[in-house]
């Protein structure tokens, strides 16, 4: 990576930007990887045809043989480590095998039974050896572990986060949702559903349909096996529907497609309710059939035309074609559907298609946006440009040869610049960069050699990261001197794919404006600022001008999210492990007994060290940062680069109190806003309303005209109405005194939330995923205004609460 601290540092980003494009483009968009520890060592071997996936939320999931491992990346602030924050968690494969639904029990109970016995070899060997028949193999390896992962979009789960939709090797198809962070709970079973609906429906997709034949019939029984096993199943973009109430009046409801893709070419178009909370938020089910024989992949094809949008679902064969099926979205706002089936390969050139990428892109020439579909098939990459225009729907298709001499095992995309990667056994990802021309475009691609990074490896599976930052790997150890490893140690191993002057420049550009969701940008800014232990000046310099001419509360949580990470890279490491117990503690309580002779500076050495043990375990809790300035004193062992040391500190948290009194403030005039709109005159809330009106004007040094003149209204609707807060202990008065915490006459202490600014006076709340700030829970009696600003994120790392 580039070293950002120079002499004479550019006076802008842009000059930084011009420089790092200018020497891309003559390196020929040459990219060097970097290892980023650490590597996670998975329990089981890697499973399915695409064993890894990242989730827009910032979670990797790795299909492996008895769970699906989740890798969540997190940009801690609290600690002072180099290496990338990773919190484990695991979704464990089902006790039981999943048997199909075709037929009552002991109509197929019979039917297996009678196919077992055969005479026929053709029929009873058949029955035998397929696993779709018999889940649970009996002589047979059992059928563990899983075949594909697929994560929803970002907003879909209670919390606001993704779901995860998971396949297992017996077709199990459900859908899961990590709603306490340290479990995953199934929602719903996609597959016994649609097993129940195909039996009341008599396995006919419509009441047109010919009448089925008998199940003791061979073909009849392959055939309502084949029409209810999954291959794929992908998730669309989130969409809005019209729901209509009891009065008569319609309002916007926001839900998700799931598309499932079955043996015999049939898809199932799950429609779900936001948030999915189970069997109920199911809206509705709707079967299409695609025409294509022995499909091998599935993905969504969403496009955006002058402001109207157009949805179908790619499939790709097992003999090569490659078509794009039209979805008739009913009732969504916005959304217009082919007329007919759009061919984009026919030939049936005994290429199967293993994956589909579709990346929206805007064409530099036409000057509108098109789409363009990718598809690994053998050792080559087919592209096709979609693009429409006055004259309709225009198709360009080629291939792209010489990447791989052996067939791409995985490929993944970077939706945001429309970059390729792909990779083979061999352990070489090639990166395929997309330049336009003016008819269609070409591809610029390099090799990324893992054994250059890693050694000698073998890989299973890639998967960028949603902003682009970062290349995860499944590897296993390669041969050795001509030999084959005799164990296989599966890892999922990171690159870097962006030096940090890009991630800067990026956060600083994002019309997202939101750190949770660039978590791989923020944690390669957090690893450079650690080691350098300095922020580099262009990026101070460019960050003070956004948060002049903007004054976008972004910015400030990015600046405080610089000044929390230079924090930590000033303190020292501890010398042992936290978690170890301390043997000082122990001599410090003899020596407090009677009897035993200690001197005064035996005592206060072990106090110190006491202290400064204490002042490290405190730092990573976000206790109060002047205790933190005090321990700091101890952290430092020369005694002439002490002070120095203790200034910095003491002038970075100054600053850090002061941009979190800024954030506290601009929170609490959107909290006053809401409650001046939705409240009659002397109305009482939950929110404490005078006290947080006081709290804004007691600092003489803040004067923000907006900030007044809505406290004026306020104060006045609520006609010398204080509506105090009461400590539910003792029924004093809680003053709000604190943006914090509330403390009562008798010292009865309640923390706040942060959202709110209420007391918490429960023993249940939740928490910030980085542990910033707390919230309470909403509950019934609140009103839906209350409800939405409990739904919002953290004011100062933009994290969801749990």
Not at 21 to 39: C, H, I, N, W
Not at 350 to 355: A, I, R, T
Not at 473 to 479: L, N, R
Request: proline residues 5%.
């Amino acid at each position: 990576m580039a070293a950002a601290g120079r002499e004479e540092p550019p006076l802008g980003l842009e000059a930084v930007a011009e420089e790092a494009a200018a020497a891309a483009a003559s390196a020929g968009f040459r990219l060097t990887a970097v290892r980023r520890e650490p590597a996670v060592r998975l329990q089981h071997g890697a499973s399915g045809l695409e064993p890894l996936a990242w989730s827009e939320d910032h979670r990797v999931s790795v299909s492996t043989a008895r769970s699906i491992a989740v890798l969540e990346q997190l940009s801690d602030v609290h600690s002072g480590g180099q290496d990338m924050v990773i919190h484990r968690t695991a979704v464990p494969a089902p006790a039981t095998a999943c048997t199909l639904k075709v037929g009552p029990k002991k109509e197929v109970a019979e039917c297996k039974e009678k196919f077992a016995s055969s005479v026929d070899p053709t029929v009873s060997q058949m029955f035998m050896l397929d696993r779709v028949f018999n889940p649970e193999g009996k002589s047979l390896t059992p059928m563990r572990g899983f075949k594909y992962s697929s994560w929803s979009p970002l907003g879909c789960d209670a919390n606001g986060r993704c779901l995860l939709a998971a396949l297992t090797m017996d077709n199990r198809l459900t859908i899961h949702a990590n709603l306490n962070r340290l479990q995953w709970v199934q929602l719903v079973d996609l597959t016994e559903l649609y097993g129940e609906r195909l039996f009341e429906a008599s396995y006919k997709l419509c009441k047109a349909d010919t009448p089925c034949g008998e199940l003791g019939d061979f073909p009849e029984f392959q055939r309502r096996h084949s029409m209810q096993t999954p291959v794929r199943m992908e998730w669309s973009g989130i969409c809005t529907t019209q729901q209509v109430k009891h009065n008569n009046e319609c309002r916007d409801v926001g839900s998700v497609l799931l598309a499932v893709l079955f043996e015999n070419g049939n898809i199932a178009v799950w429609q779900f309710q936001l948030p999915f909370l189970g069997k109920e938020s199911i809206t509705s089910c709707n079967t299409i059939e695609s025409g294509i024989s022995s499909p091998s992949v599935l993905s969504w094809w969403e496009y955006e035309h002058n402001n109207r949008k157009m949805s179908g679902l790619i499939v790709g064969s097992a003999y090569g074609p490659v078509k794009i099926i039209p979805v008739n979205l009913k009732a969504v706002k916005g959304y217009f559907t082919l007329r007919q089936p759009v061919v984009l390969w026919q030939e049936m050139d005994q290429l199967p298609v293993h994956s589909i990428k579709c990346i929206p892109l805007y064409h530099p020439y036409q000057k509108c946006s098109c789409s363009l579909v990718v598809a690994a098939r053998g050792p080559y990459v087919f592209w096709c440009l979609l693009l429409i225009s006055k004259a309709g729907l225009n198709v360009h298709n080629s291939h792209v040869t010489g990447l791989h001499s052996l067939p791409i095992v995985s490929m993944t995309a970077d939706k945001q610049n429309g970059t390729v990667y792909t990779c083979s056994t061999d352990g070489k990802v090639r990166q395929l960069i997309p330049i336009f021309t003016d008819v269609a475009l070409k591809f610029e691609h390099q090799l990324i050699k893992l054994s250059e990074v890693f050694g000698c490896v073998r890989t299973h599976g890639i998967a960028v990261s949603p902003c682009g930052a970062y290349l995860a790997v499944i590897t296993t150890e390669g041969m050795v001197n001509g030999l084959h490893p005799v164990n296989k140690n599966y890892q999922v191993q990171f690159v870097t794919l962006k030096t940090f002057e890009e991630a800067a420049a990026q956060l600083l550009e994002s019309s997202v404006q939101n750190l949770f969701r660039q978590v791989d940008l923020t944690d390669l800014v957090r690893w450079k600022i650690l080691k350098d232990k300095h922020i580099p000046q262009f990026l101070q310099e460019a960050l003070d001008k956004k948060i002049e001419s903007c004054g976008s509360t972004y910015f400030w949580r990015f600046k405080l999210f610089l000044l929390r990470i230079l924090y930590q890279s000033m303190q020292k490491a501890p010398s042992e492990v936290t978690w170890r117990p301390s043997h000082e503690d122990a001599k410090i309580l003899i020596s407090d007994s009677p009897g035993m002779g200690s001197t005064e500076d035996d005592q206060e050495e072990g106090t110190s060290k006491q202290a400064s043990k204490q002042s490290l375990g405190d730092t990573g809790k976000g206790v109060d940062i002047d205790d933190t300035a005090e321990d700091s004193l101890h952290h430092s062992s020369d005694t002439g680069g002490r002070e120095p040391m203790v200034e910095k500190l003491l002038e970075i948290q100054a600053q850090i109190e002061a941009v979190e009194m800024h954030l506290t403030r601009e929170h609490m005039k959107r909290v006053l806003g809401e409650v001046y709109l939705h409240t009659w005159i002397t109305e009482n809330t939950s929110i404490p309303t005078r006290g947080v009106c006081d709290f804004l004007m007691s600092d003489d040094g803040y004067d923000d005209r907006t900030a007044r003149v809505l406290i004026g209204h306020i104060l006045k609707k609520m006609n010398k109405q204080t509506f105090p807060e009461h400590c539910s202990l003792c029924k004093e008065i809680l003053p709000f005194t604190d943006r914090k915490q509330a403390v009562c006459s008798n010292g009865h202490i309640w923390l706040r939330c942060f959202l709110t600014y209420q007391s918490c006076q429960s023993l249940v709340y939740r928490r910030c995923l980085l542990h910033d700030s707390i919230a309470r829970h909403p509950t019934p009696e609140d009103p839906e205004w209350i409800k939405r600003l409990l739904q919002g994120p953290c004011t100062f790392c933009d994290s969801p609460v749990f």
